[in-house]
């Protein structure tokens, strides 16, 4: 499968909480392995007066595209299973469009190391870096 018909086959199954975040998948690449993602987030979602996005979100806006990278790499036939996660918050994050860039760091074939950055124009907010279980897809 090329690069452009993962990139459509990632947009058409965007799970609900991504559109709940204004989540869009902007690219992907196979080589080097990289996937962009774009989140337009409203006060709902933020504390401090709606100022702040709260720290669960961004781990989502971090998380969600490392996994997603992960299973476009993989066929769609593996569903990568959170070990790990490191998360940390550089920045506050307000309401508004902030960007993630997710990279492999390594894919073997039980295990993945990935990581994300988080931009809010053009300044890194927050970054993370995740172990995944590689676990073949279960189709219900």
Known sequence: ?????????????????????????????????????EFKVVKDFCHTGGKIIHGGFVTVMLDSPMAHLAMALL??????????????????SHPGKLESVSKVVKLGKSTGFLSSNLYQEGSLVATATSTVKLVPMVRI
């Open 1 to 37: 499968m090329s690069d452009k018909q993962i990139l459509k086959l990632l947009r058409s199954k965007k799970p609900h909480f991504l559109e709940l975040l204004g989540g869009e998948i902007k690219s992907f690449q196979s080589t080097p392995p990289e996937l962009k993602m």
């Open 75 to 92: 066929d769609f036939k593996i569903n990568p299973m959170t070990l790990d996660i490191n998360i940390s918050f550089i920045e506050p």
